[in-house]
């Protein structure tokens, strides 16, 4: 069974459009993050959600909104898609603290046209 | 939190020893060093964790020098399969350490 799964891997859409990524992990975790990965590999947080609340925004525009239903999902849905929000994203879930790791998604990869 | 900074590649031939720096000279003394793997097309993989002097697991070693503001991961005989991106975070246990993942070190193991 995958631990972390994000749906759906490949996304190509129009700008102006708007579109979500799922993710669900069955760890029973409490803690998810999404990242997002541009071109050059770099990797960088851009929210966490700990029992289905949010608790990290890395200042990421408000096309961008995640929605928890509950602490086995974290959804992200994106406004108005624009050329730049093309990259990979990655779900991930962890315990809340302590040093435990990160688990990772196999990410989706989203292009805008 | 504390900023890390690593070599954005290298190159390394199979079966060598590789050592992958990372400087992260404003650690606190909270902070835990972690190191992840990632594969093309997958997302990153836990390796190994470490506070201080060194630490070995199934796959890797990580050396902290007492000043904590370096570590240097040992993958020892690369395989080609171990070409890699290699990301250095530092973070506290309050889940600090998942955050600043940087661009990594691409290492690429050659025949």
Same mark, same amino acid.
């Given at each position: ?25 069955? #760890? ?6 999404? %990242?997002?990965?541009? &071109?050059?590999?770099?990797?960088? $947080? ?34 108005? #898609? ?6 990979? %994203?990655?779900?991930? &879930?962890?315990?809340?603290?302590? $040093? ?14 | ?111």
């Amino acid at each position: 069974d995958t631990a972390v799964s994000q749906t759906p891997k490949y996304l190509v859409t129009q700008m102006g459009n708007d579109k979500s990524i799922k993710c669900e992990q069955n #760890l029973g975790h409490d803690t998810m993050y999404w %990242y997002k990965q541009d &071109s050059k590999k770099f990797l960088k $947080i851009m929210f966490s959600y700990n029992n289905k609340e949010l608790i990290i925004n890395e200042t990421v525009p408000n096309r961008f909104s995640p929605k928890s239903p509950d602490k086995a999902h974290l959804n992200l849905h994106i406004n108005s #898609l624009e050329l730049g929000d093309s990259a990979v %994203y990655f779900c991930a &879930s962890s315990t809340p603290t302590g $040093i435990g790791e990160l688990f990772f998604g196999e990410g989706s990869r989203l292009t805008v046209l | 939190l504390a900023k890390t900074t690593q070599p954005i590649s290298m190159d390394s031939y199979e079966g060598q020893e590789v050592n992958i720096t990372c400087s992260h000279n404003n650690i606190a003394t909270n902070d835990y060093i972690t190191w992840y793997q990632q594969f093309p097309s997958q997302g990153p993989r836990f390796i190994i964790q470490g506070y201080k002097t060194k630490v070995t697991n199934e796959v890797a070693s990580l050396f902290i020098p007492a000043d904590r503001k370096s570590s240097t991961l040992s993958l020892p005989r690369v395989s080609l399969s171990d070409t890699a991106v290699y990301y250095c975070l530092v973070g506290d246990i309050y889940g600090n350490n998942r955050l600043a993942f940087g661009k990594g070190n691409q290492v690429v193991v050659i025949p």
